[in-house]
């Protein structure tokens, strides 16, 4: 049954209940009589000009309380006991109590319902009033089971009844699918920088592979380089050799048949091979020089070898030369600078040391020279 503190029962109810307090509120033999007296009617205009009922929706309709069926019950035995002149002292207390925690209830509630309470003129006026209760509550005889009520059960009832009718449910709802999105960002990043570590290191084994395979195929032309010497220094050597056979022959031949001639009774015909001796001497002249000309293209492809064999194992000592060069700079400048003068300079081929054909055939021409004089 509802509660409505402005209809007829309450309003006569709460009109006796001024009586009493205002009975009472003067006197101490009773100390918990007098305050609630004092506080009932300190607070009654408050009450009259407030309507509690319609932002106390909850206090006016708890079952716990079953305010109606108290107000009537207690004002049927107090009116009959006055009528007859029999004790009411008792009753008076009763009324009192149960007077002062109805308006206790409805403060509580009215105290969590009411916006911005602290900043109006009825707050302190409120305060008190409830203060009463939460400090007497053992004094209590009839109606400390709804103070107790009040103070430690009605508030979380309150609470939780705005809860259920307030939008907060949606913003909770709404707060777990943003915390559902959030947990999949969260994933979404892990698994993002475990992939963008991933692409790191295969990027680093990427310039790692890229900075060997740039050394694999520097050794590589060394090595196709280093081939074709071995190819040119054979066709030296048998240049050389085919030239030094001729040479060793030569003379060979003319020693052989000047024996030959001596031995068959030919000697008379000595004289004659005079006239040869000019041109097998220009012949062994000439196959003297390109047999040395022969020895210093085998030594210079022999030189390029070794130079090109030095190389390919520097090739193989040396890595990760573009990123660490700056630190072997710092660390061992000469001898780096010494490593890149090997590795990129020139080959060396003592073209300069070998004669020209040019050059032979003018120092022939001035040893025929001398010869005339």
């Not at 009528?83 to 002292?89: R, T, V, Y």
């Not at 030919?266 to 002249?285: D, G, H, R």
């Amino acid at each position: 049954m509802v509660l409505d503190l402005n209809d007829e029962v309450s309003e006569e109810f709460f009109k006796e209940i001024r009586k009493i307090a205002k009975k009472y509120s003067s006197g101490f033999e009773n100390e918990l009589r007098g305050a609630l007296s004092e506080q009932i009617l300190k607070i009654r205009a408050f009450v009259e000009s407030e309507s509690l009922n319609e932002i106390c929706t909850y206090v006016s309709v708890l079952p716990v309380f079953d305010f109606k069926h108290q107000l009537m019950n207690y004002m049927t035995r107090y009116l009959g006991a006055k009528k007859f002149d029999e004790n009411i002292d008792d009753l008076e207390n009763q009324l009192l109590e149960l007077a002062y925690s109805i308006i206790f209830a409805y403060l509580t509630e009215y105290k969590l319902r009411k916006p911005n309470l602290e900043k109006m003129e009825a707050y302190e006026l409120i305060e008190n009033y409830l203060n009463v209760g939460r400090w007497k509550i053992n004094n209590f005889k009839y109606a400390g089971d709804k103070i107790s009520y009040s103070i430690y059960h009605l508030i979380f009832n309150i609470i939780e009844d705005r809860y259920k009718k307030s939008q907060l449910i949606q913003a909770e709802e709404k707060f777990q699918i943003i915390d559902n999105f959030i947990s999949k960002v969260d994933e979404w990043n892990e698994s993002f920088e475990l992939k963008h570590k991933a692409v790191l290191d295969l990027e680093k084994q990427l310039e790692e592979s890229k900075q060997t395979y740039d050394f694999v195929l520097l050794n590589k032309g060394f090595k196709e380089l280093y081939e074709q010497k071995k190819l040119e220094l054979k066709e030296r050597r048998e240049g050389y050799s085919q030239f030094g056979a001729t040479l060793v022959c030569v003379p060979l031949a003319v020693i052989i048949a000047i024996i030959i001639l001596i031995l068959t009774g030919y000697e008379a015909k000595l004289a004659s091979m005079w006239f040869l001796a000019i041109p097998i001497t220009t012949l062994i002249l000439f196959l003297f020089y390109f047999t040395r000309v022969g020895l210093q293209h085998v030594r210079s492809v022999q030189s390029q070898m070794m130079q090109l064999e030095l190389r390919m194992a520097l090739c193989q000592f040396i890595h990760n030369y573009a990123e660490d060069s700056e630190k072997l700079h710092a660390k061992n400048k000469a001898g780096f600078e010494k490593f890149e003068n090997i590795i990129f300079s020139p080959l060396v081929s003592s073209d300069d040391k070998i004669p020209t054909t040019f050059d032979g055939i003018e120092q022939l021409a001035k040893l025929v020279s001398e010869f005339r004089r």
